[in-house]
């Protein structure tokens, strides 16, 4: 089947992928998948029909909704039960904590006492079971007749309940206005009536304040999908640019290395050059910091001196060479004469000491 065959329309795309991202989103899906598999986005706008943003088939949803809202009845029953249950017990606990430190009225130990076997009766009556088998023995032996039997007078027990239900009520309030002063601090200074008052409005602020938590947790997760599929994207992005900048300089590298190694040389020339005209410079700075003008003078004075001197020695050195030359034209007779005058001074010499010593020894 070619793909040809169906084509989806731009619109059709921004909604698929409105839908892929809110009720489908492992769907992680661009334009360009869209437009490679054209029937594969029909398919998933067929499917996007039958489900919700949970996921969930339509009717599994509203089964689940109609099972979500028994078992939050049961629970509200649950913790009705519970909760009565609870501040029964807390009465009873604080009974015992009274007896301990305070001295009680007879009319509070009656109340106290009726509850607590009413109470205990009513438990042990539900361990027997709401009714036994004649094959299955009663618990050690215990019927409910005899468990009946234990529970406190009628006129008792309803003298009982009518109290119990004043004390719930004070116990319930109490536990009210604790949760107030919980949530809101500055009510716990507020008098009765008030605390009354904003405890009407609490179950609401609640309810508001715990919409407001589930809304941030939805826009939370709908934001981390969009991170997701902007990460995606910024992915396959960057891999693109890598190829482009790889592209770039298999291509370009080459045309571009001579230029940029003639410039380099360029600089390093010019930057050698002037390292140079700076280190003259600074010889200059010493030199002129060290030689003043006077020292200048001399040093010149004394060179022009030395100049003249080196002159009159090269004058001298030339008449010397002149004559020596004229002396080599003679050849070997010039050398025999100069070994001849030689002996002769040295034997002059020898004669002079010995006749000085002569002289000495007979002075």
Same mark, same amino acid.
């Given at each position: 089947?070619?793909?040809?065959?169906?084509?989806?329309?731009?619109?059709?795309?921004?909604?698929?992928?409105?839908?892929?991202?809110?009720?489908?989103?492992?769907?992680?899906?661009?334009?360009?998948?869209?437009?490679?598999?054209?029937?594969?986005?029909?398919?998933?706008?067929?499917?996007?029909?039958?489900?919700?943003?949970?996921?969930?088939?339509?009717?599994?949803?509203?089964?689940?909704?109609?099972?979500?809202?028994?078992?939050?009845?049961?629970?509200?029953?649950?913790?009705?039960?519970?909760?009565?249950?609870?501040?029964?017990?807390?009465?009873?606990?604080?009974?015992?904590?009274?007896?301990?430190?305070?001295?009680?009225?007879?009319?509070?130990?009656?109340?106290?006492?009726?509850?607590?076997?009413?109470?205990?009766?009513?438990?042990?009556?539900?361990?027997?079971?709401?009714?036994?088998?004649?094959?299955?023995?009663?618990?050690?032996?215990?019927?409910?007749?005899?468990?009946?039997?234990?529970?406190?007078? #009628?006129?008792?027990? /309803?003298?009982?309940? *009518?109290? %119990? +239900?004043?004390?719930?009520? $004070?116990?319930?309030? @109490?536990?009210?206005?604790?949760?107030?002063?919980?949530?809101?601090?500055?009510?716990?200074?507020?008098?009765?009536?008030?605390?009354?008052?904003?405890?009407?409005?609490?179950?609401?602020?609640?309810?508001?304040?715990?919409?407001?938590?589930?809304?941030?947790?939805?826009?939370?997760?709908?934001?981390?999908?969009?991170?997701?599929?902007?990460?995606?994207?910024? #992915?396959?992005?960057? /891999?693109?640019?890598? *190829?482009? %900048? +790889?592209?770039?300089?298999? $291509?370009?590298?080459? @045309?571009?290395?001579?230029?940029?190694?003639?410039?380099?040389?360029?600089?390093?020339?010019?930057?050698?050059?002037?390292?140079?005209?700076?280190?003259?410079?600074?010889?200059?700075?010493?030199?002129?910091?060290?030689?003043?003008?006077?020292?200048?003078?001399?040093?010149?004075?004394?060179?022009?001196?030395?100049?003249?001197?080196?002159?009159?020695?090269?004058?001298?050195?030339?008449?010397?060479?002149?004559?020596?030359?004229?002396?080599?034209?003679?050849? $070997?007779?010039?050398?025999?004469?100069?070994?001849?005058?030689?002996?002769?001074?040295?034997?002059?010499?020898?004669?002079?000491?010995?006749?000085?010593?002569?002289?000495?020894?007979?002075?």
């Amino acid at each position: 089947m070619a793909s040809g065959d169906f084509c989806l329309p731009r619109e059709g795309m921004e909604v698929l992928q409105q839908v892929c991202s809110r009720q489908l989103p492992p769907c992680n899906l661009n334009e360009e998948d869209l437009l490679q598999n054209p029937y594969f986005s029909k398919l998933l706008l067929s499917l996007a029909q039958h489900v919700d943003e949970s996921g969930l088939s339509l009717t599994l949803a509203k089964e689940q909704a109609q099972a979500w809202k028994e078992v939050q009845l049961h629970k509200a029953a649950w913790l009705r039960s519970e909760i009565l249950q609870r501040v029964i017990q807390e009465l009873l606990v604080d009974y015992y904590v009274k007896t301990q430190n305070t001295n009680l009225t007879s009319e509070d130990r009656k109340f106290h006492e009726t509850l607590e076997q009413r109470l205990l009766v009513t438990e042990l009556t539900q361990l027997l079971g709401p009714s036994q088998e004649k094959e299955m023995p009663s618990l050690l032996g215990v019927e409910k007749a005899d468990l009946l039997e234990l529970m406190p007078p #009628s006129e008792d027990f /309803l003298w009982m309940r *009518a109290r %119990l +239900q004043l004390e719930v009520e $004070e116990q319930l309030k @109490k536990k009210c206005f604790t949760l107030l002063c919980y949530h809101d601090p500055s009510s716990d200074s507020d008098s009765e009536t008030l605390k009354a008052a904003k405890m009407w409005k609490l179950a609401e602020v609640l309810v508001s304040e715990k919409q407001q938590c589930q809304d941030t947790k939805r826009q939370q997760k709908e934001r981390r999908v969009l991170l997701e599929k902007q990460s995606a994207t910024y #992915s396959q992005v960057l /891999l693109r640019c890598l *190829a482009l %900048l +790889q592209r770039l300089l298999q $291509e370009h590298r080459l @045309k571009t290395q001579s230029e940029l190694d003639r410039i380099n040389a360029q600089y390093l020339e010019i930057k050698c050059s002037a390292m140079v005209l700076k280190l003259r410079m600074e010889e200059l700075k010493i030199l002129s910091d060290t030689y003043t003008a006077e020292k200048v003078e001399v040093h010149r004075l004394i060179r022009d001196r030395l100049e003249g001197a080196i002159r009159l020695q090269e004058q001298d050195m030339e008449k010397s060479r002149q004559i020596l030359n004229t002396y080599e034209v003679l050849g $070997e007779e010039f050398d025999r004469l100069v070994k001849e005058y030689t002996q002769l001074k040295q034997a002059t010499e020898n004669k002079r000491w010995a006749l000085q010593e002569f002289n000495k020894a007979y002075n």
